[in-house]
C-alpha cells in the first residue's frame, strides 16, 4: 500500500502483533492501584476471571519503575 507522501506499506499476513501499553502514575494513584489490586484478591476476584493474568498485572503493578521528575524537567 502507497501513502500520500509516497512511503510504501508492506504487510505480511503472517505478521504478529503484540499490543504494549505504559501508563504513568503519581505516587498517589499506585498506592490506589496497589490497594485495589490487594482488595481484588482478598475478594477473590481472581477466581471469577483469569488469575494468571491478574497475577502479572499485579506483579507490573508491584515493580514498576519508580522515576522522580523535577519541576524544571
Do not use: R
Amino acid at each position: 500500500m502507497m501513502s500520500p507522501t509516497g512511503v510504501i506499506f508492506v504487510y505480511d499476513k503472517s505478521m504478529k502483533f503484540k499490543d504494549d501499553f505504559q501508563i504513568n502514575l503519581t505516587s498517589q494513584q499506585h498506592s490506589l492501584l496497589c490497594d485495589m489490586c490487594s482488595f481484588a484478591a482478598t475478594a477473590d476476584f481472581e477466581v471469577h476471571h483469569d488469575s494468571e493474568t491478574f497475577n502479572q498485572v499485579w506483579d507490573l503493578v508491584l515493580n514498576a519503575s519508580h522515576n522522580i521528575v523535577t519541576e524544571d524537567s
